[in-house]
């Protein structure tokens, strides 16, 4: 059942998407080479904490995985597609690009948010990757308007991707958010013919959030059980907003 929210719970969302934002810009500006992974975890530790919030990742169970996740970030690194976990270990080097993904709950209503950013200069080639994954996430929000159907946004975001040469991961989706961190309708980033397609009504919240990757599509699970790659080796970018309909037209709930 899709759960349509009304215009306080969706300012509820605005607070927990704005922090999200906040989070995110911090640790996007602390991206360089020679910093960890686990620094930007223990970062964005201090801001939920600071805020009063609670991570949606932390905790999260994953019957696949067979555990909880026990970070507050996902940090996936050039071919990791996403779920990848910080670590001290992980030293971030010149010409790589990590997708930092995380969540809060505030109030008891939830934000999801991510971004693929380069450390230091890139190849013309991913640079072309970041900012066409970013443009599809862009066009999509477009259709996010009463009366159009949830295939409007996922078919949006195939065509510029397909077009531009890169391919869609089909194993992971966006998803619908509120008081659940997951919620109805899944909200894949190509036209799937075996899903539904519900028309949007005011009201509905979408995370949508396109993975691309570089090379082929396919997607494989490293032995730490959680951390998605691109099984040809190619570059993965992901950028995610939570969106919701509203009367005057696609609403951001992640950004200013």
């Known amino acids: 059942m899709i759960v349509r ?38 970062a964005a530790v201090k801001m939920m904490a600071d805020a009063g919030a609670k991570p949606a990742f932390k905790g999260y169970y994953v019957p696949a995985a067979g555990e909880r996740y026990k970070y507050v970030l996902c940090t996936s690194i050039n071919e990791e597609i996403v779920h990848g976990m910080p670590n001290p270990k992980r030293i971030l080097k010149g010409g790589d690009i990590v997708s930092i993904d995380t969540g809060v709950s505030l109030e008891g209503y939830f934000g999801d948010s991510a971004l693929t950013v380069p450390v230091g200069a890139v190849s013309e080639q991913t640079q072309k990757l970041l900012d066409v994954t970013r443009e599809s996430l862009e066009l999509a929000i477009e259709q996010v308007r009463e009366g159009n159907r949830l295939f409007d946004i996922c078919g949006t975001v195939e065509e510029h991707v397909v077009k531009n040469g890169f391919s869609i991961v089909r194993e992971y989706v966006g998803h619908g958010i509120g008081t659940q961190l997951h919620e109805e309708p899944q909200v894949p980033n190509y036209v799937d013919r075996k899903n539904e397609n519900p028309r949007l009504r005011e009201g509905m919240v979408l995370a949508i959030e396109p993975m691309v990757n570089a090379g082929r599509p396919e997607a494989k699970v490293l032995k730490d059980k959680w951390t998605a790659v691109a099984k040809d080796g190619s570059y993965s970018a992901h950028f995610e907003h939570c969106v919701a309909v509203t009367p005057e037209g696609p609403w951001v709930l992640t950004r200013p």
């Open 5 to 42: 929210k009304t215009r306080a719970e969706l300012e509820k969302m605005r607070r927990s998407g704005l922090l999200v934002y906040e989070i995110l810009q911090a640790l996007g500006r602390m991206v360089e080479e020679g910093i960890s992974t686990w620094d930007l975890e223990v």
